[in-house]
Nanobody, 120 residues
Framework: QVQLVESGGGLVQPGGSLRLSCAAS????????MAWYRQAPGVERELVAA???????NYADSVKGRFTISRDNAKNTLYLLMNSLKPEDTAVYYC??????????????WGQGTQVTVSS
């Protein structure tokens, strides 16, 4: 069984910063791409940022220059540093990881989500 557990969400004022973490645990053989998604009320879930095992990254245009995704492969942990936060960044943020549990099986796993609210 594999679990992804997010932490670090909360309430922050516009212009502030937060760092999200996502720890993967369980029967993990290897982890491929890891990513952060977000979903605001009434809006489809959208990709925020993704990172490969080798550290290549891509970002949604709306967060480029403000958010930084990173990972610690030794700890099976994903991070998202969010700077210059705006009210439109308010959403539930979800961790996603493509995890191989043995040589023949891999699939996407999701965390439970963490709320980020940007408001004065």
């Amino acid at each position: 069984q594999v679990q992804l557990v997010e932490s670090g969400g909360g309430l922050v004022q516009p212009g502030g910063s937060l760092r999200l973490s996502c720890a993967a645990s369980g029967s993990i053989f290897s982890i491929n791409v890891m990513a952060w998604y977000r979903q605001a009320p009434g809006v489809e879930r959208e990709l925020v940022a993704a990172i490969t095992v080798g550290g290549s990254t891509n970002y949604a245009d709306s967060v480029k220059g403000r958010f930084t995704i990173s990972r610690d492969n030794a700890k099976n942990t994903l991070y998202l540093l969010m700077n210059s936060l705006k009210p439109e960044d308010t959403a539930v943020y979800y961790c996603n990881a493509n995890i191989r549990t043995n040589l023949y099986t891999n699939r996407d796993y999701w965390g439970q989500g963490t709320q980020v609210t940007v408001s004065s």
